[in-house]
């Protein structure tokens, strides 16, 4: 016959009053925030103003303006849909910076929207806020990219090049590996072929 395991509740003092129970519920909420947080499960609405587009790389050379009017127009009529990609890029003891890791194109139609209406609803945008270094937000830019269509074979290799300029990568060949690492062979010839010319 087994028996069920008691839990442990946590230690508190002999005299427990309501000010010590609201601490530890509260304790254990900035934890699970942090948590949640970490694994870009949580949502946050950043002003727009604190957000960096240049702080990385980015990958895109071509604006397809009927697609981003598109995408404006979208978000102006329902609200954002997708939460843009951003990571802390300020010290600890500077006002808080973000650098933008994906969603460019989201970020420029709010801002624009809320540059013509003053509307205060588009003065903020919804992101996942994530710890990034820049390897790892170049990385996670172009697997959102991957996804989406529309990146070029010789705009890869543009972006693969000025991730290594930037001290990103060690080599072209890491790069990739990073980057690219589930693209077939033969793609990953074809961007070493590009960077190299």
């Not at 820049?134 to 290799?157: D, W, Y």
Request: hydrophobic residues 40%.
């Amino acid at each position: 016959m087994t028996t069920a395991k008691k839990l442990k509740s946590p230690k508190m003092s002999g005299t427990t009053t309501s000010r010590d129970v609201e601490s530890l519920i509260n304790q254990g909420r900035a934890e699970g925030e942090d948590r949640l947080r970490q694994a870009g499960l949580l949502l946050e609405e950043i002003d727009i103003d604190q957000i960096d587009e240049e702080h990385f790389v980015r990958d895109r050379i071509a604006h397809d303006e009927d697609a981003f009017h598109e995408l404006r127009s979208s978000i102006y009529a329902s609200g954002q849909k997708t939460p843009i990609e951003v990571t802390v890029i300020s010290d600890p003891d500077e006002p808080l910076r973000y650098g933008l890791v994906s969603g460019w194109r989201r970020l420029h139609a709010i801002r624009e929207i809320f540059c013509e209406t003053r509307d205060p609803g588009f003065a903020t945008i919804n992101a996942r806020v994530l710890q990034h270094d820049v390897s790892s937000a170049l990385v996670a830019l172009a697997i959102e990219n991957e996804v989406r269509k529309g990146i070029s074979p010789f705009e890869r290799a543009l972006f693969i090049r000025r991730t290594v300029e930037a001290g990103a990568f060690a080599s072209v060949d890491q790069a990739i590996l990073s980057m690219y690492g589930q693209a077939s062979a033969a793609k990953q010839s074809k961007i070493r072929t590009l960077v190299r010319l």
